[in-house]
C-alpha cells in the first residue's frame, strides 16, 4: 500500500506531535528530541529512569556514583535542569562543581539547549539574554525570562547567597583522584556543604549529587555515615 504525498506529510505531523509530547513528560524522550547527536545506551536507558524521577519530584534526594566517559555530566548538569526549567520556570536550580569555570560551561551549555528551536517547541522558557536588562544574566546566574526561577552556576567555593534553592544539584565536586584522596579538599567540600549549601535549602528542596568516587571519606561517604 502506498501512501500519497499528502497521507506522508500528515504521518510526519502524526510523529512529530508524538515525539514532542513524549518530550513533555520524559527525560530521556526530551533528550533524543532536543540532543541530535545522542545515542542511548543500556546505561543511559537506567540513568535516565532514575533522573526522570528525580525532574518529577518523586525523589528528593539522590546520589548517583558512576566512572568517568559515561556522559553522566550532560544528562544530570545539562538536558536535567533544562528539561525541569521547562515544566517549571518557578524553579531556582543551582548547578556547583569543583570550580566556576566548569559549572559556567554547563551553564552556557543549558543556555544554548533552551535557544535551539526543537526546546522552544516543547517548552517556552527562556534564559535571560544580552537583551533582557531587567533580569539577571552573568556568567554565574540567569534569571527565567517571565517567570521567577532561575539557574544559578558556581564552584563549591563560590557562593550561593540570595534567593533559596529548589533543585541543588552537585556534579564533579573533585577534579581528579589526587582532589578526592586530599584531606583538605575533602574537609572543604564537607564545610561547604554544611555551612554554604545546606543553608540555602527549605523542606522541599530537592538534592542530587553525582560524581565518580575515589575515596570512602568523600562527601558522598559523609552523608552516609551521618
Same mark, same amino acid.
Given at each position: ?70 556522559? $553522566? &555530566?550532560?544528562?544530570? #548538569? ?8 521547562? *515544566? /517549571?520556570?518557578?524553579?531556582?536550580? @543551582? ?79 573533585? $577534579? &581528579?583522584?589526587?582532589? #578526592? ?8 567540600? *564537607? /564545610?561547604?556543604?554544611?555551612?554554604? @549549601? ?29
Amino acid at each position: 500500500l502506498m501512501l500519497t504525498d499528502a497521507e506522508l506529510f500528515e504521518l510526519e505531523k502524526l510523529v512529530e506531535i508524538e515525539r514532542k509530547e513524549s518530550a513533555q513528560e520524559n527525560l530521556l524522550s526530551f533528550t533524543k528530541y532536543t540532543f541530535q547527536k545522542f545515542s542511548a545506551t543500556w546505561f543511559h536507558d537506567h540513568y535516565y529512569r532514575i533522573l526522570d524521577l528525580f525532574a518529577k519530584g518523586k525523589i528528593k534526594k539522590l546520589i548517583i556514583s558512576v566512572p568517568p566517559q559515561h556522559g $553522566k &555530566s550532560q544528562n544530570s #548538569s545539562i538536558q536535567l535542569p533544562a528539561f525541569m526549567i521547562g *515544566r /517549571d520556570p518557578e524553579l531556582k536550580i @543551582a548547578t556547583v562543581c569543583y570550580s566556576a569555570t566548569k559549572a559556567r560551561k554547563f551553564g552556557r551549555k543549558t543556555k544554548q539547549l533552551m535557544t535551539e528551536r526543537s526546546y522552544q517547541s516543547c517548552f517556552g522558557a527562556r534564559l535571560a539574554g544580552m537583551g533582557d536588562s531587567n533580569y539577571i544574566n552573568t556568567a554565574e546566574e540567569m534569571e527565567i525570562v517571565g517567570a521567577d526561577g532561575s539557574l544559578k552556576c558556581v564552584g563549591y567555593e563560590g557562593g550561593l547567597t540570595g534567593d533559596p534553592v529548589d533543585v541543588l544539584i552537585m556534579d564533579d565536586l573533585y $577534579k &581528579s583522584w589526587a582532589e #578526592s584522596n586530599s584531606p583538605v579538599i575533602r574537609e572543604n567540600v *564537607r /564545610d561547604w556543604y554544611i555551612s554554604v @549549601a545546606d543553608t540555602r535549602l527549605h523542606n522541599d528542596s530537592q538534592q542530587l549529587i553525582v560524581f565518580t568516587r575515589w575515596n570512602n571519606e568523600d562527601l558522598i561517604g559523609f552523608i552516609e555515615a551521618s
